[in-house]
């Protein structure tokens, strides 16, 4: 078996029945035969293949056995002994293009492994004019794509994975084809736009051109099917024409919702009306924009009961209810709906721990958990390898915290360090103990005892982390963002800050936004760059303040989502560019979003 670094298992399946072609012998026994030694499977130690390489005559049969050798030590781990034996060879190696790649791709091996996949993929460049076996670039294009993989690049991934399908038998080709349609799911649609038109690889603009109609056109099928029509005529031979995606045909095959009657459960009086305004606010300036004129909104005040607010829902004929607000509104309306087997579509304006998913219910909340998960997504993409959470010791902080970890935990295979603070002179003790620099004092003071108090010493701050998320309100976020800033030690680079929409300043022309410079902060997009509708709001309702506005474009955003909803469902990879931010659709009916980011810096929020 071909004993490669291998990451997609079709890979596996190809090595006997495809890449022997490239190790394949004459009949005869010539010097051909000898010379053409496999470089496809390495099945014995270095010492074999070193023995063979001294005993030969033939400068290519020599190479082959070092080349097998070195592999070998690189399958053992051995890099120094591999490395070496490669550049040993660098002398003396024939100037054939089989042996030369074969240098190239063992060099990548060992970058990787002792330095980093950047590194690897520096070093694996092979000549455009190398005429090379099918076999070897296919490990190629392989290697490249997970490279790319590890490095966060989803689009050079997919550049390599639709030319490594052009080296592989149909069977195996389909698996990649997969690999590259869910890849290509969590793009967003003006990133696939941007890179649509390559010539030189028509598979890969293909598959991009084919993602980019299913997500423009998916909550519209009349449109959807016309243009996956004219993107197969044109494009009779991709792979994707061939067989569309099963998603797709999913999402061909799913009927929108188009109500004619919604109702709008909401709290309208009592105590959490307030609460309850920006959303219907939000609701009537999406209805009034660019909803269907046709569609009738009844808006039910769930202070009634919420068996009571249903009931009206379904007297006045709603074929589709968004809302409840309140958690236990909620939970009290899905035991009601337990025993129903029919039930009218609904999005629910929050979500619950524990429920049971259903096909025509979802659930839409601006959720802080939601919300740290994002972030820990944020850091892994921005190559962060060892966080520290510094966390409001609150039951937000805690639930942010721990939906932190948990995503963390399932991009790196590792936790991340939590440390809770409480207010007060408690912050600048635990940020002391999470930075090392109290272990650090009280090595300089017992350095003191030993040596004399003249001794000067500064404290070290520990080195090992690279990003901070600090989980506060704004009004905690300026001290702890202080008490950093004085524990860092002299000594230490700085590392990435980054923060949560809780931190986010009332008022930020104040001194205290001069306060955060540098700290990167996550935000719904309509807050995060004014426009004419941002001041137009603002000028309406001028007491509002950021929670309630971000209230306002929950309630525009669950009237934008109700026709999208059937096609979120069908297709995974459908993603709308809301007001709140990028949402797209869990299989269990919860709406994921993905926030923007800006920075501080010289006391203004600038987006990234």
């Known amino acids: 078996m071909l004993k490669r670094l291998i990451?997609?298992?079709?890979?596996?399946?190809?090595?006997?029945?495809?890449?022997?072609?490239?190790?394949?012998?004459?009949?005869?026994?010539?010097?051909?035969?000898?010379?053409?030694?496999?470089?496809?499977?390495?099945?014995?130690?270095?010492?074999?293949?070193?023995?063979?390489?001294?005993?030969?005559?033939?400068?290519?049969?020599?190479?082959?056995?070092?080349?097998?050798?070195?592999?070998?030590?690189?399958?053992?781990?051995?890099?120094?002994?591999?490395?070496s034996i490669l550049s040993s060879m660098l002398k003396n190696m024939v100037k054939v293009s089989t042996i030369q790649a074969e240098h190239i791709y063992l060099n990548a091996r060992i970058d990787e492994k002792t330095q980093n996949a950047q590194a690897a993929l520096n070093t694996l460049q092979y000549p455009p004019h190398w005429q090379l076996p099918r076999w070897q670039m296919a490990t190629y294009h392989q290697y490249?794509?997970?490279?790319?993989?590890?490095?966060?690049?989803?689009?050079?991934?997919?550049?390599?994975?639709?030319?490594?399908?052009?080296?592989?038998?149909?069977?195996?080709?389909?698996?990649?084809?997969?690999?590259?349609?869910?890849?290509?799911?969590?793009?967003?649609?003006?990133?696939?736009?941007?890179?649509?038109?390559?010539?030189?690889?028509?598979?890969f603009s293909g598959w991009l051109q084919l993602a980019y109609i299913a997500k423009h056109y998916a909550v519209e099928p009349t449109q959807l099917v016309r243009y996956?029509?004219?993107?197969?005529?044109?494009?009779?031979?991709?792979?994707?024409?061939?067989?569309?995606?099963?998603?797709?045909?999913?999402?061909?095959?799913?009927?929108?919702?188009?109500?004619?009657?919604?109702?709008?459960?909401?709290?309208?009086?009592?105590?959490?009306?307030?609460?309850?305004?920006?959303?219907?606010?939000?609701?009537m300036a999406s209805y009034m924009a660019e909803f269907d004129s046709n569609v009738t909104l009844h808006f039910i005040d769930s202070q009634i009961g919420i068996k009571a607010a249903y009931q009206q829902a379904t007297d006045t004929g709603a074929d589709f209810i968004i809302g409840p607000l309140l958690p236990n509104e909620v939970e009290e309306l899905q035991r009601l709906n337990q025993s129903k087997e029919q039930l009218i579509p609904q999005l629910y304006l929050n979500q619950l721990e524990q429920f049971e998913p259903q096909s025509n219910q979802f659930y839409f909340s601006l959720s802080p958990a939601q919300e740290a998960s994002d972030a820990a997504r944020k850091l892994y993409a921005d190559g962060v390898k060892i966080p520290l959470l510094l966390t409001s010791n609150d039951a937000i902080g805690k639930r942010m915290a721990e939906s932190f970890n948990q995503t963390w935990l399932s991009l790196t295979e590792n936790n991340a360090e939590i440390?809770?603070?409480?207010?007060?002179?408690?912050?600048?003790?635990?940020?002391?103990?999470?930075?090392?620099?109290?272990?650090?004092?009280?090595?300089?003071?017992?350095?003191?005892?030993?040596?004399?108090?003249?001794?000067?010493?500064?404290?070290?701050?520990?080195?090992?982390?690279?990003?901070?998320?600090?989980v506060a309100a704004y009004q905690d976020l300026s001290l702890l963002k202080a008490f950093l800033d004085v524990n860092f030690s002299v000594f230490a680079e700085p590392v990435a800050l980054y923060t949560s929409s809780r931190g986010r300043l009332e008022n930020e022309s104040t001194q205290s936004a001069q306060e955060l410079n540098k700290v990167m902060i996550s935000d719904i997009p309509w807050l995060m760059q004014p426009s004419n509708e941002t001041r137009m709001v603002e000028s309406l309702?001028?007491?509002?303040?950021?929670?309630?506005?971000?209230?306002?474009?929950?309630?525009?955003?669950?009237?934008?989502?109700?026709?999208?909803?059937?096609?979120?469902?069908?297709?995974?990879?459908?993603?709308?560019?809301?007001?709140?931010?990028?949402?797209?659709?869990?299989?269990?009916?919860?709406?994921?979003?993905?926030?923007?980011?800006?920075?501080?810096?010289?006391?203004?929020?600038?987006?990234?």
């Open 228 to 283: 996956l029509g004219e993107w197969q005529r044109n494009n009779p031979y991709h792979p994707g024409a061939v067989k569309l995606p099963s998603d797709l045909e999913k999402a061909l095959n799913a009927k929108p919702y188009r109500p004619q009657n919604i109702a709008v459960l909401l709290p309208l009086s009592g105590p959490r009306a307030a609460v309850a305004e920006p959303i219907k606010m939000g609701i």
């Open 144 to 203: 490249k794509a997970r490279l790319y993989k590890a490095i966060q690049q989803p689009i050079d991934q997919i550049r390599q994975l639709s030319l490594l399908s052009n080296y592989l038998p149909k069977s195996e080709s389909t698996q990649v084809n997969d690999v590259i349609w869910k890849v290509l799911q969590p793009l967003h649609e003006e990133t696939i736009k941007s890179f649509m038109r390559e010539p030189a690889n028509p598979i």
């Open 541 to 608: 309702w001028s007491t509002w303040n950021n929670s309630q506005k971000r209230l306002y474009v929950m309630g525009y955003d669950a009237l934008e989502l109700v026709n999208r909803l059937a096609q979120m469902r069908a297709f995974p990879g459908y993603q709308f560019n809301g007001r709140s931010g990028a949402l797209s659709l869990k299989p269990n009916g919860l709406i994921d979003r993905q926030l923007t980011w800006g920075k501080y810096e010289k006391g203004k929020l600038t987006p990234l």
């Open 419 to 470: 440390h809770y603070f409480d207010s007060g002179d408690q912050m600048k003790v635990t940020v002391q103990e999470a930075l090392g620099v109290k272990d650090s004092q009280a090595r300089i003071t017992r350095m003191k005892e030993i040596l004399g108090s003249k001794l000067e010493a500064d404290f070290r701050s520990r080195q090992d982390i690279d990003a901070i998320y600090m």
């Open 7 to 83: 990451s997609i298992k079709f890979l596996l399946a190809l090595t006997l029945p495809a890449l022997l072609i490239g190790c394949s012998a004459t009949k005869t026994e010539s010097i051909d035969q000898v010379v053409n030694t496999s470089l496809v499977s390495v099945e014995q130690p270095a010492s074999v293949y070193l023995s063979e390489a001294s005993k030969s005559s033939l400068p290519e049969k020599r190479d082959r056995n070092l080349l097998l050798a070195a592999h070998a030590y690189i399958n053992d781990g051995n890099y120094s002994s591999a490395r």
